[in-house]
């Protein structure tokens, strides 16, 4: 069973950039499909990237329209490790982040995945 931890959240002036990190532990990470959500006060869950396990060189990702163009997904598996980088963030954006696995398929809904971190706080001001 996969173990999830999340880093690199806080408080970022609009238009600013945050770097998140998902270290996973007690699995075998290439096993798994990775995802971000975010929670904010009051609202659901929300998706916003995941990325495939692939083959060879090649993953998939895919985003929520709102991160399109300005948030990027990726993987290290040497490392056990996904990021999410966040450019021009907005106000918007605050929220608790949530990094997740799936050994069973990869989506955009918080069902799909079976493990989940313990969240990080982004905290954007304007």
């Known amino acids: 069973q996969v173990q999830l931890v999340e880093s690199g959240g806080g408080l970022v002036q609009a238009g600013g950039s945050l770097r998140l990190s998902c270290a996973a532990s007690?699995?075998?990470?290439?096993?798994?499909?990775m995802g971000w959500f975010r929670q904010a006060a009051g609202k659901d869950r929300d998706f916003v990237a995941s990325i495939s396990i692939g083959g060879g060189f090649t993953y998939y990702s895919n985003y929520a329209d709102s991160a399109k163009g300005r948030f990027t997904i990726s993987r290290d598996n040497a490392k056990n490790t996904v990021y999410l980088q966040m450019n021009g963030l907005k106000p918007e954006d605050t929220a608790v982040y949530y990094c997740?696995?799936?050994?069973?398929?990869?989506?955009?809904?918080?069902?799909?995945?079976?493990?989940w971190g313990q969240g990080t706080q982004v905290t954007v001001s304007s």
């Open positions: 997740a696995a799936s050994d069973r398929g990869v989506g955009n809904r918080p069902d799909v995945y079976d493990y």
């Open positions: 007690g699995g075998t990470f290439t096993n798994y499909h």
